[in-house]
Every structure is written in C-alpha cells, then in structure tokens.
C-alpha cells in the first residue's frame, strides 16, 4: 500500500498548474500546509483498515473523545436510522464518529467529505462520490445519494454531515454549521426513518477562520493543519435521543425540517458540562442550629384558632404574623436556607431571614405528629403594604422597576415569596398542593384581593441553555404582554441558545401543552433537567408569568414574577383543593363558583 495519503499529483491538480512550476509549488505546499507531516502520520497507520484504522489514528494523535456511557443506548442496535451531526472540524469529527458508531454498528455507511472519503483505508465506511452539493443532476451525487437510499431500505446506518462543509463564520460572528443542504434534507425526509442527532463539541483555530475570510480556498488548504493541532486532545461528544418519524413528520417544509434538526443538534451543547461547583465551594457559612424543640411546638399549639386555616390529615396550615412565632421565625429561616442551598440557591446566610419578614405574614405548613416544618409562604397584603410603605415596600420591586400604572394590581394584590417544601417531604406531593390551598385560603375573608403576585425561581444550577429555552417558552405561552409592559427586571436575563434556533426548538406540538414541554425538556437534557415544580404548579392554575430578573443576592437564580388572577383559577383545582372542607359552599363563592356539585364533591 502506497503510504503516502496526500502526494504532490494531488496539489498540481487541485491548484491546475503543471510542470516544472507545478513541482516547485507543489513542493512548498507539501510542507507549508503540514502535507508532509500527515503522510507520516498515515504511514505509521497505514497497515490498518476499517475500525482498526480510525483506532489506530486516535491513538497515535492521543486524541480521546468523551460521551455519557447512557447516551450510547441511544444507538439502535437494529434496524436503519440516520445520524445528523455539526461538523466542528472538518476531519478529525469524522474519524471519531467512525470509531463510536462503527463499534456499535459495523454495518453504517458514511456520506462524507472529499477529506475523508481520500483515506482508502477507511473506503468501506463511504460512499464513493461527495454527495453535499446543490446540484443533484450532477451524475455522481445523484449516484451517491441513491446508494445511501439504498443502504437505507437494506436496513443499515447512515451518518451525515448535513453542512457539508465545516463550520466556520460564514459572514457572521458565530462559528457554527451553514444551513443544512436540502438535498441531504430531503434525503432524510424521503428515507422513513428515525433521526438521531449528535453534537461534536469545539472548533478550529481562530488562524483557520481568518484565512477563510481571507479567501475560502486558504481556508480548505488549511484543513491538514486543523487535523495535526488536534493531538493530546479529549473531544466532547453528545447523543441525543431519536427523534421519531411521527415528529419528522411534523415538518413539511425542508427548510423547517433542516432547521429543527439543526437546532436539535446544536442542542446538545447544553449538555457538555463546565466543571461543577460543589456546595461547599459556594456555602461558606453554616446553617443555624434549631432551637428546643419543645418549646417550638408549645409556640404553635399556642397560636389563636383565627390563625388556623385548616387540617387535613397530619398537616395543619397556619397563617400569622412574625411577632407572635419568634421560635418559629427561627426554624422558617433555617429551612428555608436549607431547601435553597439544596437547589443552588440560598442567601449564603445562616439564616434566611430579612426586613421583609417583619411585616409580611407567614403561611406555614405543620405536620403536627412529627412536630416539623413540612414548607412556608411570605405573604404581603398589597393593600397595607402600599399605605404604609409604598411600592417601595414590595420586595418585589427590589427585583423590578414598576410602572405606577401597576399600583392598581399592587393594591389588590398578596405578594407571595420564600416558598419552599422542607427536603424531608419533597419526595411527597401533597404538601406543595396543601399550600397552595393554603394560598388560597388566605383570601377567603378578603374580598379585595383579586391577584396573587411573586418570584418564581429557576436556579442558576442549570444550565444556562435550559434557563434560555425554558424562560423563552413561557414568555411566548404564559405570559401577558399587556402586563409584561410595566414593569423592567433591574437585572435582565440574557439568554443563550448556542447555535439553536429557539423558535425552531419550539416548533411542532413540543409546547402544546407543560407537560409537553417538561418532557420534551427531559428528553433534551438526557433525562437531567425539567421545569421547576412549582413553575409547574403556578401554570396549572393559570397563573402568568410576566418578566424575570436575575437575582444576584440568591446565588445568581432567575426569578419570574408570576401574576395570578384569582378570576381565572380553573374550577377544578378550586373544587379539588376545597373538596374536604366542612364549609365547601363559602370556599367556592369565594372564587364565583356555585356549589351543583352538592357538599363533599
């Protein structure tokens, strides 16, 4: 076998100059571009072929690559599908995605670029044409195309490059894929099958995209030179989940399918990881120690009946104000510091405890035979609040800046705050449902509130792609622009998509309902990410949520401020949270409900 891969024939061919001029450049070119060095690199792998040969290269060039042991499950290991990945590199991409899905499935066929498929030891994964052109009555890539098509219906993997060409600026200031070439699209939709995506993490020398804005062909004779600087490199390699005909099928516009598996593949970039903080990097401070126990249970059990809401088995819902539950102000700060440090929160403080708290009602919940905090509300009558303070009094507006025209909510609203679930009991259900019942029965004997207002939080622990994408799905779903317009976060969230189009992640039947897009959510984080619970709950009692702030006092999370209309609360949750209360028909014309149901429903 000739070991040369790249010999000076090839370099007076591609240039079109012959003789002796064609040798003399030729020549300098060999070395130049770093030619040479990668003949020699070939020869000391040249015996290979197949698997073996993409082995041996890696390991020559010590290059490694990353992927979650998980996400190799995604790989079927039957049947045909189709691989779409960006093409960071131009080479070395390629060979590494021979190593993993040739080991998982011999049989997958690449349709590659003229880089690769020049490497004869590795002509078993190709097909014999560059099929990544816009001119598909040219002979060879229509020849191409239709074997591809053909090792499809016979059952086998195909891996593409949908660019085909790798990613560089393209006139923009992103280094990122140009839109995917339609007639690799349109092979895609036409094959049937289930499209896996998969994200090569990095890119070339900033030298290698300079040299294209100088002229594109510098920047092709660069690409040798791209390979041999990846050496003692780990490359990062995420596999997303399938992506099933049924959703394929969603799309029947090509540019709308390209673009929706384009972002579905850069997607995958949320989930490369920086390094982890780990809390006690962030909590130097420790939380505070409780104090005696029994005296914090006579607290309770002392409070006055008007303070007690309601019970509903084991639980018992208060509503006071700070003054009369010293002990148990105490035990709220520590709790609450706890549940937020659990999430990547937290005030970094040994106590959650502010000048808010003062004046602000505490809605609290009580498992009374274990004598524990099970979660708590801050509440702030909008109405007192504003008399007496002003808007200025709102924590809120520590986070955003008011229109005064929003006063006019603000006086009839309870501003809701610190809500959170003690972590023994955030395995369970029922108590976050218990305050929101308590929420709403806090209203009951005050016919004048009409809204309910408060922070949301959306850690900073996720990442900042899924904060984006989830921040950009409820401003298009569940907000009000009406509303939205009063007020500006003092602090605004920038999102960051990557290289994704958002409204193309969006697009299709993903946002047609939350629990949709939690999924969905879930299926694109590889099972790591979903909606905040509570963001959850806030929705499925119609609740909006109107702008959001990041919160440099709590660990850096973004907080949403949700706007909640008691008008609009459907009836079932109503008749639900309400369906042991003795005195059912006061509950439901509280929210302009009559009782058909009769008592008990």
Known sequence: MDAKLITKSHIKKAVNVHGLPGNIIAGIAMHLLGICRINKLHAKVANYNGRDFSTALLKEMNVGYEIPPKELEYIPQEGPFIVVSNHPFGAIDGIVLIDIFSAARPDTKFLTNFILSHIDNLKEFFFPVNPFTEKPDIAQSFSGLRMASESIKNGSPLCLFPAGEVA??????????????????????NSGVQVLPVYVH??????????????PLLRTMRLPGELLNKRNRTIQVRIGKPVSTNELAEYKDLKELGGYLRSRTYALEGNVQLKLIHPEEVYSIPIALPKNRRALIKEINSLPKEKHLFTTGNYSCYLTDSKSIPLTMHELGRKREEAFRAVGEGTKSALDIDVYDEYYRHLFLWDKQKGKIVGAYRLGYGDEILKSKGVKGFYTKTLFDYDPEFSKYLSKSIELGRSFVTLEYQKEALPLMLLIKGLLYSVLNKPNVQYLI????????????????????????????????????????????????PDMLLSGSKADSIEKFDRYIL???????????????????????????????????????????????????????????????????????????????
Not at 208 to 213: D, E, I, Q, S, V
Not at 465 to 475: A, D, G, H, V
Not at 571 to 596: C, H, P, T, Y
Request: aromatic residues 12%.
């Open 168 to 189: 560089t600026t393209y006139g923009s200031s992103i280094i990122q894929d140009k839109e995917w070439q339609s007639t690799i699209i349109k092979l895609i939709r």
């Open 202 to 215: 990095g890119t070339n020398s900033h030298f290698f995209h300079w040299l294209g804005k100088v002229h």
């Open 454 to 501: 408060g922070p949301v939080s959306i850690s900073s622990w996720y990442p900042k792609f899924y904060r984006s994408l989830m921040i950009e799905y409820l401003k298009k779903y569940h907000s009000v622009e009406k509303l939205d317009k009063l007020m500006r976060p003092k602090n605004p969230f920038f999102p960051n998509f990557h290289r994704c189009n």
């Open 523 to 601: 299926k694109l984080s590889d099972g790591e990410y979903r909606l905040p619970t509570l963001v959850k709950k806030y929705l499925k009692i119609n609740a909006r949520i109107l702008n959001f702030n990041v919160d440099p006092d709590f660990n850096y999370c973004v907080d949403g401020l949700v706007f909640m209309d008691l008008s609009k609360v459907p009836e079932q949750e109503i008749r639900m949270l309400a369906r042991d209360e003795k005195n059912i028909d006061s509950v439901l014309s509280r929210f302009g409900i009559e009782n058909s149901q009769g008592t008990g429903s």
